[in-house]
Nanobody, 126 residues
Framework: QVQVVESGGGLVQAGDSLRVSCAVS????????MGWFRRAPGKEREFVAA????????YYSDSVKGRFTISRDNAKNTVYLQMNSLKPEDTAVYYC???????????????????WGQGTQVTVSS
């Protein structure tokens, strides 16, 4: 069973930076497409960013483009989300997800992902 575990969330002020991490168990991490989603209070889950299995391609939602950076370290089975210039509207539970195949189709759709973490809370105060 593949396990996905997020860490690094916390409480920060507007304008601050924060990096959240996602560790994935198993020996085939380098074949997974990875994504970050978030769910704010009272809202539906939304796509934040995704990265291809090699790390050569990245994708972002318009709301975070230019402020967030997704990256991965396949030697450590870990994907990161660096969040800069945080805003109160970035407050949400952030979820990491893994797609168990080398595909770049529909990365913004949570249904294409096979494994999910429990989430980590990020709170941005104004």
């Amino acid at each position: 069973q593949v396990q996905v575990v997020e860490s690094g969330g916390g409480l920060v002020q507007a304008g601050d930076s924060l990096r959240v991490s996602c560790a994935v168990s198993g020996r085939t991490f380098n074949s997974y497409t990875m994504g970050w989603f978030r769910r704010a209070p009272g809202k539906e889950r939304e796509f934040v960013a995704a990265i291809s299995w090699s790390g050569s391609s990245t994708y972002y939602s318009d709301s975070v483009k230019g402020r967030f950076t997704i990256s991965r370290d396949n030697a450590k089975n870990t994907v990161y989300l660096q969040m800069n210039s945080l805003k109160p509207e970035d407050t949400a539970v952030y979820y990491c997800a893994a797609q168990n195949k080398k595909s770049l189709n529909g990365l913004g759709n949570p249904r294409v992902y096979d494994y999910w973490g429990q989430g980590t809370q990020v709170t941005v105060s104004s």
